[in-house]
């Protein structure tokens, strides 16, 4: 085939492709638009899945306003705010969801602690570490997990008194904290969790203390001082 027509040929389809992904993105572009505009809508159900559109269109032009949502009436839509907000990357809406870790709500408090991880808040530290003391257990381990996930080495000491939480799965959730965080000022308090009721804790116990480097021969003796 002559080179000429080739060459034509080529430049069509060139055409033609950048013509139809021009097409596609303004598609996309009058889409996201109509969405967010149903980000004010009347109905709760509209709200939440414009929500989850923008998100998934990952449009952080509608931040700000999804960031209004997180004072929605609607439970569901406020839940999904957050999530969408933290899973974007919206580190400008730290604040605002700093404010929810006081929410009424155990599960608005334990999704925003997840968020503000997720966001690497390290200004959130301080409220962060006053949900250790939260009334609901999800509330406190989520709150462990968000301070492993911070590195938050300031939070050793409020941690470490979780090691005697009256729920187990808050107590392994600290041990394994203790261990991530290379907590070697809580090992005698590790120690004594050798001889725990709940098997599970003991085994946490015993791996955390060999990741913090305490010999074996050590952990043994420990095991018989009951």
Not at 15 to 37: C, D, K
Not at 53 to 76: C, H, M, N, V, Y
Not at 96 to 113: F, G, N, P
Request: glycine residues 4%; aromatic residues 4%; proline residues 3%.
């Amino acid at each position: 085939m002559n080179r000429t027509i080739l060459v034509l040929i080529g430049i069509s389809c060139a055409v033609i492709t950048a013509t139809g992904i021009m097409w596609y993105n303004n598609l996309v572009i009058s889409e996201i638009m109509v969405t967010r505009q149903q980000l004010y809508d009347k109905d709760p159900d509209m709200r939440l899945n414009a929500i989850n559109k923008l998100f998934r269109f990952g449009d952080k032009a509608s931040i700000p306003e999804i960031t209004k949502l997180l004072q929605d009436k609607d439970l569901w839509v406020r839940k999904t705010a957050i999530c969408a907000l933290g899973w974007i990357g919206a580190k400008e809406s730290i604040p605002e969801i700093t404010k929810l870790l006081q929410d009424k709500y155990e599960i608005i408090r334990v999704l925003s602690v997840d968020a503000l991880a997720r966001l690497n808040a390290k200004k959130a530290i301080p409220e962060i570490i006053r949900l250790l003391q939260d009334n609901e257990q999800r509330v406190r381990t989520e709150a462990v997990h968000a301070l492993i996930d911070l590195n938050a080495k300031e939070a050793i000491p409020d941690i470490t008194k979780l090691l005697h939480d009256d729920e187990w799965g808050v107590r392994w959730s600290t041990i394994e904290a203790l261990g991530y965080l290379n907590a070697k000022e809580a090992i005698s308090e590790i120690k004594k969790l050798l001889n725990d009721r709940n098997e599970h804790i003991r085994k946490q116990a015993e791996e955390t203390l060999r990741k913090l480097g305490v010999p074996a021969e050590e952990i043994e003796k420990a095991k018989e001082e009951k």
